[in-house]
């Protein structure tokens, strides 16, 4: 029998349908942990590589991730055997004194984000974390996290955590200066955007910190917080109206929309849903914010996201350096266990008992103006158009957020090599090239523009390089017109889709002047050249393995062509499907091109800007 790299996810084989299944989910993904755990219990090391804070930082975030999940299993009234051990950890990390001794907090330190996960813990379950414990140890404790609640805070997400270290605080009787709390709390709202989305801080993103922080924090204080009766109302009316829109990040079959920092969180993604319930806010039927929860779990129940031993990995679908961030350590990947907040209400809450629902149907696009992005459903698949998303102070920034479509069953692929345009797979993305070596893509934004369902956006590769970019929905496939102009010749690529890629080349392409198709096993991808002019090449090819967040192999079309200095228009058709009689259809009906002047006379008489790019900064 050949082994199933599958099996050693803890959620392998677990049908992931009940409140019961979920509760023995947290204890299979802990248990794992236990061997790593130090002698005093305070650090958590679980393999060599690093992150941009220390060694022991990366330690506290193993021991301390696991409580997202942990805390609500037990308040909801399950069985966790190993509180001593939280105990004595808790004590030695925060004693100077013991050689476990997580270290001093600083200003914006990335301890901060993990006392929050304590301090949820004191909030909800001090009967186990706080109340056996001696005297002494929590004097020690409650010295530590007041240290760390009056630092600085980053300006983004991390304001809650002060938020939730107080929370935690005032649960167990520790006296603090509150003025603290209101202020980063206002100053939290104030990145309001509308429509229930919010900015992460003072930038030009939205992301899934959105949901699975902004929201998720801010639902779990309006259930925790004593008073401040009009800021909880706000929070959850927020999240009421968010959630009209954010579900169209969640595919029919439970995956979620890979796009952005920190997919390693894995289904933290889900963790909006479960906040909903929470919180007690049925801002959809029951059934269908639990259609929604469940089947996130269960899609990622067969996938090798976890090392042999059962310890999950950074990564996404699989093990995968390649698209981490650099505060990316071992322990990172257990805030997915924020997933399980909803373990905390009984099991006659009505987000309990009610039955799953499958999502709506939505045949026609919806545009999502905050973020800047219109949805189109396909079969198995929501695919996401966006212009007015940028990051340029991470690694894989182009990718994680600046590329044309983005897509819940095929994620995207992050280049392994930006010394290699002809190996390179912009898969939903243009790129240029000036010597046939290099490369750049959309990356910062001049601006971003939405019309009904239609984006806009003009671009800069290089400072005397403007492209300006029209995005059309036309179900199931989508156009990208793209209008270059530039002082010397430059090399162009463009992708569809990344589908997986069979063993044995099974898979049959297809590549000719001006199309590539990839026939995969279970999918078709395909892409066509719709300009005005010379056709380009189509390229039916193989990108560099483990580039793509899924799967580890992929297969991708292409378009390659040159084009002259002055100015150029270019227009593609792609789509990708499941394999069956919907991908042959399609296949035998692309969309026509639109003109120019025809997108730009809509937009003057409807274009408005995206409010995640109008941002003065």
């Known amino acids: 029998m050949i082994y199933d790299l599958a099996q050693a996810n803890p959620l392998f084989g677990n049908p992931l349908k009940t409140r019961d299944d979920l509760s023995k989910a947290v204890i299979d993904l802990f248990k794992p942990l236990l061997p790593y755990f130090s002698e005093g219990g305070a650090r958590v090391r679980l393999s060599a ?8 930082a990366a330690d506290l975030e193993g021991f301390a991730r696991p409580l997202w999940g942990i805390v609500p299993l037990v308040a909801g009234g399950g069985t966790f055997p190993f509180w001593d051990l939280y105990r004595r950890g808790l004590a030695n990390g925060t004693d100077p004194s013991h050689p476990e001794y997580w270290g001093d ?32 140890d929590k004097d020690k404790i409650a010295a530590y ?46 990145f309001d955007i509308g429509n229930g989305w919010y900015r992460d801080g003072p930038v030009r993103r939205v992301d899934h910190y959105i949901p699975f922080a902004m929201h998720f924090y801010g639902l779990i204080y ?26 169209h990040w969640f595919g029919p079959d439970g995956a979620a929309l890979a796009f ?125 158009l966006s212009s007015g998303q940028q990051h340029d102070k991470m690694r894989g920034a182009n990718e994680k957020y600046s590329k ?31 010597d046939d070596v290099h490369f750049r893509m959309r990356e910062t934004l001049d601006e971003a523009l939405i019309a009904d369902d239609r984006l806009y956006s003009r671009w800069r590769p290089w400072s005397d390089v403007v492209v300006e970019t029209w995005l059309l929905p036309v179900n ?86 040159d084009i002259p200095a002055g100015t150029t228009v270019l227009a593609t058709a792609a789509m990708a499907l499941p394999v069956g009689d919907d991908a042959e259809a399609a296949l035998h009906a692309p969309p026509p091109c639109p003109e120019i002047d025809e997108f730009e006379q809509f937009f003057r008489m409807k274009g408005s800007p995206i409010p995640a790019f109008a941002l003065e900064l």
Request: neutral net charge.
């Open 404 to 434: 044309f479509v983005y897509s819940t069953r095929y994620a995207f692929n992050i280049e392994a090599d930006d010394r290699q345009f002809a190996a390179a797979s912009f898969d939903g993305m243009l790129g240029l090239s000036d």
């Open 260 to 384: 952005g920092r920190s997919q390693t969180y894995r289904f933290a993604a889900g963790g909006f849903w479960g906040a909903l319930a929470f919180s007690g806010v049925e801002a959809l039927p029951w059934s269908e914010i639990k259609g929604y929860y469940m089947r996130h779990i269960r899609w990622w129940s067969d996938k090798p996201i976890a090392d042999r031993d059962g310890v999950l990995s950074i990564g996404y679908g699989y093990p995968n350096l390649l698209m981490s961030e650099s505060y990316n350590s071992a322990g990172s990947p257990y805030w997915a266990l924020k997933f399980f907040l909803p373990l905390a209400l009984p099991d006659d809450h009505p987000f309990w008992i009610a039955e799953e629902a499958p999502a709506p149907e939505f045949p026609l696009p919806i545009p999502l103006k905050e973020p800047g992005m219109v949805a189109m459903h396909t079969p198995g698949n929501v695919v996401i």
């Open 49 to 56: 590589t690093g992150a941009i804070f220390d060694r022991a």
């Open 476 to 561: 199931p496939w989508h156009i990208r017109v793209h209008r270059i102009t530039t002082p010397r010749a430059l090399k162009t690529a463009e992708g569809g889709f990344a589908i997986e890629r069979a063993d044995f080349n099974v898979d049959r392409a297809e590549h000719s002047e001006g199309r590539a198709v990839w026939h995969g096993r279970s999918d078709i991808s395909a892409i066509i050249d719709l300009s005005p002019g010379a056709q380009r090449a189509g390229l039916a090819m193989s990108p560099i393995a483990n580039t793509n967040l899924i799967h580890a192999k992929t297969l991708l079309p292409q378009l390659r062509g």
């Open 222 to 247: 309006s259930v925790l917080a004593k008073g401040d009766e009009a800021r909880k109302t706000r929070l959850r009316e927020r999240a009421r109206t968010f959630s009209s829109d954010i579900r």
């Open 145 to 190: 996290l007041i240290s760390g609640r009056e630092h600085e805070f980053v300006d983004n997400n991390w304001k809650f955590f002060r938020v939730l270290i107080d929370l935690g605080l005032e649960r167990v009787g520790v006296h603090f200066d509150r003025s603290k709390t209101t202020a980063y709390l206002d100053e939290l709202e104030a």
């Open 105 to 136: 907090v600083a200003d914006r330190n990335q301890r901060l984000v993990e006392l929050a996960a304590i301090c949820f813990a004191l909030a909800m379950v001090p009967e186990h974390i706080w109340e056996p414990l001696a005297p002494k």
